[in-house]
């Protein structure tokens, strides 16, 4: 039986990190693992070197399957729930990283810029910045401030801040609770959006 699901937004994700784990532990991490072992074997087409990443994700997606989904008829419904919700999840987080993606690339093809560019100016490899692009590999907060200034692209569009369905549904009863009526949507709130004054200076990454 699968553990118990981790709901998380996706505000950082590195599949490095993930292999690093050693082990997949819930359903949204099948779902990230199975994604990026998808974009990993895109990218490993012009950049063999990312061939053993993705070899290593696999694994770890097929031990996972061996444990969790290998006997059919004894998966609970709840694990099939927690499926679902999993990947409807990750399907947004895929949407923002296309999202992105487009609009960066956009916006280096206005400026007569292209990738080697950005990495330049990222002070990143062509591969590192084509992992960013592609969501396998974490932005730091500086390459996501340095995007923001140079590009004028709103920090909303470049940070993931949509929230699961489950933490939103305790975000509005939280609100409810201490009497706030504001009809503002979470997925826009973050401090980021107030000040990028100060947060070259700190290193998380997204």
Not at 27 to 54: C, F, G, N, T, Y
Not at 106 to 135: F, I, M, V
Request: a positive charge.
């Amino acid at each position: 039986m699968a553990k118990k699901q981790q709901t998380a937004v996706m505000s950082a994700f590195d599949v490095r990190e993930m292999i690093k784990k050693g082990e997949l532990t819930s359903e949204i991490d099948m779902e990230r693992a199975v994604w990026a072992e998808r974009s990993l074997r895109l990218l490993s087409k012009e950049q063999s070197d990312l061939e053993p990443l993705r070899k290593q994700v696999k694994d770890l997606i097929q031990r996972y399957e061996s444990l969790h989904w290998s006997d059919f008829d004894s998966i609970p419904k709840k694990q099939f729930k927690e499926s679902d919700k999993a990947e409807k999840q990750v399907k947004k987080e895929l949407q923002f990283f296309k999202k992105r993606k487009e609009l960066i690339l956009s916006k280096l093809q206005e400026n007569g810029l292209n990738q080697n560019d950005l990495a330049a100016l990222l002070s990143h490899s062509k591969s590192y910045t084509s992992e960013l692009l592609s969501g396998t590999r974490s932005f730091s907060l500086n390459d996501l401030v340095i995007i923001h200034r140079f590009f004028d692209i709103t920090l909303e569009n470049l940070i993931c801040t949509a929230l699961p369905e489950e933490i939103e549904r305790k975000f509005n009863e939280a609100k409810k609770s201490v009497g706030i009526n504001r009809e503002k949507d979470s997925s826009q709130i973050t401090p980021l959006a107030k000040s990028s004054s100060g947060a070259a200076k700190l290193s998380k990454s997204y």
